[in-house]
């Protein structure tokens, strides 16, 4: 299932979490098409995106993790992680959430596992209406 706008709007009771996954195969220097999550119009909702893993029986050092939150950018390589393990971290949103893996070297590689969830939340301050 890919975890788009709509997949949020039907969500019924909060905190809901949306497990998702893909195996992608990414071309030399690219990312990954379509992105894993590219989430952008979702207010008066949060969203937090955690319990990322990225399989490394791929070369690690070549696959990079890309995020984008609200108006914040982090790239982080998959080897700093554990592999295929659920990270400790997660990233809060409130209008943008994205992220996709990006492929280093100069070959493409193929078949390359990852696990996230996406927490889906009411904003604090829609409760005082």
Sequence with gaps: MTINEATIKRVLYYPEQLPDGALPDILATSE???????????????VRLSEVAVDQTAPHDIVEMRFKVDD?????????MFDLLANNFSLLAKSRIYYNLYNTSASNITDVKTFF????????ATWLK
């Design 32 to 46: 990954a098409s379509p992105a894993m999550l590219d989430l952008r119009q979702f207010p008066p909702l949060l």
């Design 72 to 80: 914040k950018t982090l790239n982080v390589l998959a080897g700093s």
């Design 117 to 124: 969830s996406l927490w889906v939340k009411i904003h604090p």
